[in-house]
């Protein structure tokens, strides 16, 4: 028996990386997972994916609402309906302030699109969902970016628009744990520093230097993390994850720190 059987989930971008690591946890502790990705590989993926939680995968681009429609109703197909949504698809490109209008107005659409219109929509889709299950969760990926520093090197001056996309994801986590929480649903945020994903190794032309990703922490942490989250049952918070320290929820924040830190 596991944790979550019986609950049915939505993962965005997970067919790779931190996203696979959420599909593999969340299944492994017997829910029905179903995951979106670009790649025309998803359904092999999903199948390739270890119990006892059954897994599909659907190809779909999260900025497309058709496509989100079709992911939310194939969830309600198969499992019948949704409980647990993790907004993991994100987009990185460098976009110094340097840049030409034409370029930034261009990067602004690929990462927005994502990062924040995709959460926006998908989560519209799903809250009537989890509401008529009874309650459930949302959790939003973002990054330590958003939280105090405790290293140099955060906010990237190269990563405005990434930058933007990830404080803005605040909005939404403090402002629908407070409208949802009355239907028992929780909206919550995962923060982690450098993880080893495709997205961060992309940052090197060639491997990056070994003992840096030995450091990093690894997607398969996070994901426990994920799942400690869901077992917790607090809502409203940015949680943390720094390079070289525990992954661990830690206490519970007072309220007027859940989304700052």
């Not at 929480?181 to 940052?203: E, F, K, P, S, Y």
Request: proline residues 6%; glycine residues 12%.
């Amino acid at each position: 028996m596991g944790a979550l059987d019986g609950r049915s989930a939505i993962v965005t971008g997970g067919a790779t990386g931190l996203g696979r690591a959420f599909v593999e946890a969340l299944a492994g502790e017997g829910a029905s997972v179903t995951f979106c990705d670009l790649l025309a590989e998803s359904p092999d993926i999903a199948a390739e994916v270890p119990g006892p939680g059954r897994v599909q995968g659907i190809v779909a681009d999260v900025s497309k609402l058709d496509d989100l429609r079709r992911l939310t109703a194939a969830a309600q197909d198969a499992f019948g309906g949704v409980d647990i949504l993790v907004n993991n698809a994100g987009r990185w490109r460098r976009t110094p302030v340097t840049d030409p209008y034409e370029k930034a107005s261009a990067d602004w659409d690929f990462i927005m699109d994502t990062n924040l219109m995709g959460v926006l929509l998908l989560s519209r889709l799903c809250v009537p969902l989890l509401i008529e299950a009874g309650g459930g969760d949302i959790v939003n990926i973002s990054t330590y970016y958003v939280l105090p520093a405790r290293s140099p090197g955060t906010n990237n001056p190269d990563t405005d628009l990434y930058n933007a996309s990830k404080w803005a994801l605040n909005g939404f986590t403090q402002a629908w744990s407070r409208s949802l929480g009355a239907h028992n649903v929780r909206v919550n945020a995962l923060c982690m520093g450098a993880t080893d994903t495709a997205m961060l190794r992309g940052l090197w032309d060639g491997e990056p230097p070994a003992e840096q990703v030995a450091a990093w922490i690894r997607p398969d942490q996070i994901a426990q993390q994920l799942l400690d989250l869901l077992a917790d049952g607090r809502s409203g918070e940015n949680i943390g994850a720094w390079v070289g320290e525990p992954v661990q929820l830690g206490p519970r924040k007072p309220a007027h720190r859940t989304v700052t830190g």
